[in-house]
């Protein structure tokens, strides 16, 4: 059984910047898709950035350049830096780990950006 856990959410000011981290353990395959998604209230969820376990990456349009995804494969740990975070970024941020059999969401962390 895949756990992911997440941590780092909280309440910033706007222009201010959160770090999320998401454990992941279990039996975990080796060559696998780490990724953040965000769920804004009464809207669905939706993809903010992927990573695979070679380090390529990909990201949304609205948080290209300003969020930052990066993974610790010792650890099974992937990382999301939000900087520069606007109201608009306020929603619980899932992690999502997935391979060819598998694919797996942690709990969600909420984060909350005030004006």
């Known amino acids: 059984q895949v756990q992911l856990v997440e941590s780092g959410g909280g309440l910033v000011q706007a222009g201010g910047s959160l770090r999320l981290s998401c454990a992941a353990s279990?039996?975990?395959?080796?060559?696998?898709?780490m990724a953040w998604y965000l769920q804004a209230p009464g809207k669905q969820r939706e993809l903010v950035a992927t990573i695979t376990s070679g380090g390529s990456t990909n990201y949304a349009d609205s948080v290209k350049g300003r969020f930052t995804i990066s993974r610790d494969n010792a650890k099974n740990t992937v990382y999301l830096q939000m900087n520069s975070l606007t109201p608009a970024d306020t929603a619980v941020y899932y992690c999502n780990l997935r391979w060819s059999l598998g694919n797996y969401w942690g709990q969600g962390t909420q984060v909350t950006v005030s004006s």
């Open positions: 279990g039996s975990i395959f080796r060559v696998n898709t």
